[in-house]
């Protein structure tokens, strides 16, 4: 099982992938907002996501599992 995570604390701006796609290294796949910048947190693994597990508005601390691949 791999896993995406948040990079800094913020808020959950966007998410712009769902159980069942396909993401590849470099694809940005949830946004953040921290100190009134965006964030992109993109994946560094190729996989399939299993399972979001924020959802917008959701505060995220640095480490916090965003994503779970297969």
Do not use: R, Y
Not at 10 to 29: D, H, K, Y
Not at 38 to 67: C, H, M, R, W, Y
Request: proline residues 3%; negative net charge.
């Amino acid at each position: 099982m791999k896993e995406i995570t948040a990079s800094m604390a913020g808020t959950v701006l966007n998410i712009f992938v769902g159980t069942g796609a396909q993401v590849s290294p470099g694809q940005e796949v949830v946004m953040l907002e921290s100190m009134k910048m965006e964030i992109p947190i993109e994946s560094g693994i190729e996989g399939v996501v299993q399972q979001v597990k924020v959802t917008a508005g959701d505060f995220v601390n640095e480490g916090d599992v965003l994503i779970v691949l297969e």
